[in-house]
Structures are given as C-alpha cells and as structure tokens.
C-alpha cells in the first residue's frame, strides 16, 4: 500500500474506531431521524398518495439536515488536544486526509441513511424491495456528492469561531445541485420508471461528484494551513 | 539547523515578536525563558512552520521554510502545549495513527518498546480518555520517540511530569542531541530547562535579549539576569 493511500486508510480507521467507541455522532444522528419522522408523519397525516408525492423530497431533507449535523463536526475532533497542528505538519499530500474524512464521512451518512429509509418504510408502511437497486445507487451518488461538499466545508468552518451559522449557510447553497438531481432521480427510482430515464439527472449527479471531489483534493491543502 | 533572522510576528496592531533573530547548530540544545506572553509559543510556532511571521526569515536544515513549509516538516518534531491526541483512541492507537500519519509505520514492537520507554506500557491498550495530564504528556513524548525528526520543538515539556518522568525526559533529550539532533525547549523550569541547554535564551516583550551559553551562566546570575531582564520589563509573569 502506498503512503498516500495508507495514510488516507489510517484516517478512516481513526475516526470509525472513535465513533464507533463514543458513538456522539451516531446517536445523535439515529435520534434526530427519528424527531424528523415524527414530524413529517404528523404534518402529512396517513393519505398515502400525499406522501408518495413527497417522499422524495422528505428522503433528502432528512440525509441534508443530517449531514448538516454529521459534517460539521468532522475536524471538531482534530481542534481537540490540537491534532490540527500535528495534521498540518504531517508530510505528504494533505489530500489523503481529506479523502480519509470523506470516507468516514460516507460510512457515516451511510448508517444514517440506511436507519432513515428503513424507518420511512416502517412508519409509512412502504415497501421498497422491488426498487432497491436503483435506489442505493441514487443514494449512494447523492451521498459522495454532499459528503465531499461537506467534507471540504466543514474543514473550512472548523477554525471559525461562528461556524455553526456559517456551515449551513456555506453548504446549503453549494449542495443544491447535488440536492436537485439527488429528489429527481429519487422520484423516478421510487416510481418504479426505468433507471434510464433518471439518466440526464445522474449524469448531473455524477458530474457535480466529480467536481466537488476534485476540488475538495486540490484546495484541502489551503484549507489545513489556514 | 536552524536559521532564524529579523523574525517579526504582529497579530493585528500587537507584536508578539520583534527583530528575533538566533541559529542553532545540530547537536544543540537551546531554553527559551521568558515569563507568560513574551512570544516564546509564537517563536516555537514559527520554527514548526506552524505560523507564518510577519516579516524575517527562516532556514530549516538549509531551506527556506518560509517559502517551502512541507520540505523541512520531516525534520521537525514537536511537542506543543496540545498534546495531539485522540482521546477515544488508545495510548498504542494514538502511536500507531501518528507513526502513519509521519510516513513511517512503525510495526507493533516498536510502539510497545516506545510506550515502555515513557512507562506507559501497561496501559497501552486504554482509551486515553482515562489518562492523567501527566500520562497525556509522555504519550506525546512517546510520539516524539519515533519520529524522525532533526529538530525537535518543545512546549513547557516538563509540566505535568512527576520528578521520573522529568529525569527520563532529560535523558532522552541528551541523547537526542548526542544523536545529532537540534532541541529548543521553551519552559518556566529553569531547572529543567538548563539541564538540557547547551544555549540559554530569554525572551522579553516579544524580544530575545539574552542568548548565551549556559557554560558561561551560572545558575544564580541566570536567575538574576532573568528578574532583571524579563520582569524588571514591566511584563507580567
């Protein structure tokens, strides 16, 4: 294994372990899915075609007010017993601990969604077995592409003293492509319509991943130096 | 090693450093005294790469560490007053995540033999949550131990230590420079400090203004020169 991938798994592995140890994020996570259903059953009320029509929409809300909750914190940890300083002098492509919290952040968001869906599918009643390719796949793009956004964000936001007001406000607008492709294919998927006619919002998806990657890789550096 | 001229830092209209300049050759070690607030964690910082000066300039083993900052962080070591550890990681997690991190993957042995040497081996496999300040401090040390580094920065070291723990460092400070290697120790323990110098240097208002020899010092007139020097400045210790 080289040293730039070594040092991007280390990172995943160091923030599993502590999550999986302290579980902070997870539950709190799991916790606010559940507040989040139970307003969105109370609001929509049990007319099934009123909350087929806006499933795709809730799904989403859901996973961005999580990763809202779940990005932000991603370099808390590292301003604790200032790691921060140690990740700055750390030799090598800053890049490859980027990479290691986008990972991290993915697994996370991955549980969270998993939970989420799950839980839609026992507090509606929904079934959504015959649909589930497709709809992992929607899931897993959309994720990569707020995870990497958020990633980048909340290493940015993480030195600021407001930067509970400024994440949100930062990655909320920048999330919107992913956010739009993300409802629409969802939609399609849910439908039960043929993957190919999801594609032009895939290919948007897609493309704002790889963007959104891309940039998180060439600017982490900046990011780190502060 | 280290080169440092004119170093000048401001943080908005308050200088924290002015017109610091010094050199340390490999092999050397320098205190750095000073009461609170004098810049000696800024000048550390600015050694580290950690912090951009104002103005001046810095060579670290023969580069420009103002221009190439990643260049000359593998030679550089630090301990600072963060302790850079993972509280819910292990003493031997916390090792093995750093030894990756620093481009050397230390196998198992040799993270147990370094937790050994800070005495910290019976407890390698606890979350350092549970750990005393104290124990925190030779974790970090024990972090030191298998880097690589050249140049090795550190921030009041010794807080923290029982009266062990501050004989071991020395030791391993000693022999870090009889290894080639350069030290700058910013501390309030004279003691301690001076054990390990080869160099003393006070720093007054942001300005170095004694850098000497600790062979031509003795402890008394340090003593004396630093009440004089440092707090007759008007600064608050």
Known sequence: ?226 | MVEAAHLRKTYGPTPALEDVSLSLEAGQGLTLLGPNGTGKTTLLRILATLLRPSSGSLRIVGLDALKEPPAVRGAIDMVGHGTWIYEDLTAIENLRFWSVMGGHDAPRSRLHAALELVELDTVAERRARTFSAGMKRRLALARVLLGRGRLLLLDEPFTGLDRAGRKWLGEFLMAFKARGGALVVATHSFDAGLGVADRVAILAGGRLVLDRPTAQLGHDELRRLYDDLALGSGIAS
Request: aromatic share 10%.
């Open chain 1, 1 to 226: 294994m080289s040293g730039y991938v070594r040092r991007a798994w280390i990172v995943v592995w160091k923030d599993v372990l502590s999550e999986r140890r302290s579980k902070e994020s997870l539950n709190a996570l799991v916790f606010f899915s559940l507040l989040l259903l139970f307003v969105f059953q109370f609001a929509l009320g049990p007319e099934r075609a009123r909350v087929e029509t806006a499933l795709p929409g809730l799904l989403w809300l859901g996973f961005i007010l999580a990763g809202l909750l779940a990005f932000g914190r991603t370099f808390l940890v590292e301003r604790e017993n200032d790691c921060w300083e140690g990740l700055v002098l750390a030799p090598g492509d800053k890049s490859a601990i980027y990479l290691g919290k986008l990972a991290g952040n993915v697994l996370l968001m991955a549980v969270v969604e998993a939970v989420l869906v799950s839980l839609f599918a026992l507090f509606f009643t929904l079934d959504f077995t015959s649909v589930l390719p497709g709809l992992m796949l929607v899931l897993a793009l959309g994720t990569l592409g707020l995870a990497a956004v958020g990633t980048l964000f909340g290493a940015i936001t993480a030195q600021l003293r407001a930067r509970e007001l400024l994440f949100p406000v930062l990655l909320l607008p920048a999330a919107v492509p992913v956010l739009l492709a993300a409802v629409s294919a969802t939609q399609t998927v849910l439908l039960g319509e043929p993957l190919g006619e999801a594609a032009a919002w895939l290919k948007l998806l897609a493309a704002a991943d790889l963007v959104y990657l891309v940039v998180g890789v060439l600017t982490f550096e900046f990011v780190l130096e502060g």
